[in-house]
């Protein structure tokens, strides 16, 4: 099965249909025209995400698009919405980056991220019995 994402006019992603492998050498003429639901469609792989192939394969546009993703025309790839102000856009893996690292004590420590104070804070959980 293929994947496309409909994008607006300002390059948002409306919304992801599946068209059978058949038809994804012209799935923007199949899904504009063939099915009449017009507008501008665009391949995305299911399994991309931050520039790699989950399965070993090429990566397809850096990341998988949903719906509120943006299209980047210049680099042909997807970005997720940035989860906060702060965090900057690495234009190589399409994945928004916290501007301190993560800590990776996560065995016992689950971290969520403080903009105000732009931190990682510890939120701390017991092991289950």
């Known amino acids: 099965m293929a ?7 300002n390059n ?9 492998d058949e038809e994804e050498h012209r799935g923007n ?6 099915l009449g639901l017009g507008g ?16 070993g394969g090429v990566p397809y546009r850096l990341n998988y698009a949903s719906p509120g993703c943006m299209y980047d025309p210049e680099a ?15 234009k190589t ?4 980056d916290s501007p301190v690292p993560k800590p990776d004590d996560t ?3 689950f971290y969520v991220w403080n903009e105000e104070t732009i931190s990682w804070d510890a939120v701390y959980f017991s092991k289950p019995q």
């Not at 994947?3 to 006019?9: K, M, R, S, Y």
């Not at 003429?29 to 063939?34: A, G, K």
């Open 107 to 109: 065995e016992e420590v």
């Open 76 to 90: 042909d790839a997807f970005y997720h919405k940035q989860p906060f102000p702060s965090f900057i856009l690495d």
């Open 3 to 9: 994947h496309f994402a409909e994008i607006d006019e």
């Open 93 to 96: 893996t399409g994945a928004w």
């Open 40 to 55: 501008t469609w665009l391949k995305t792989s299911y399994n991309t995400f931050k520039g790699e192939h989950k399965l």
């Open 29 to 34: 003429e199949f899904i504009s025209q063939d």
């Open 12 to 20: 948002i992603v409306i919304r992801i249909v599946v068209i059978s």
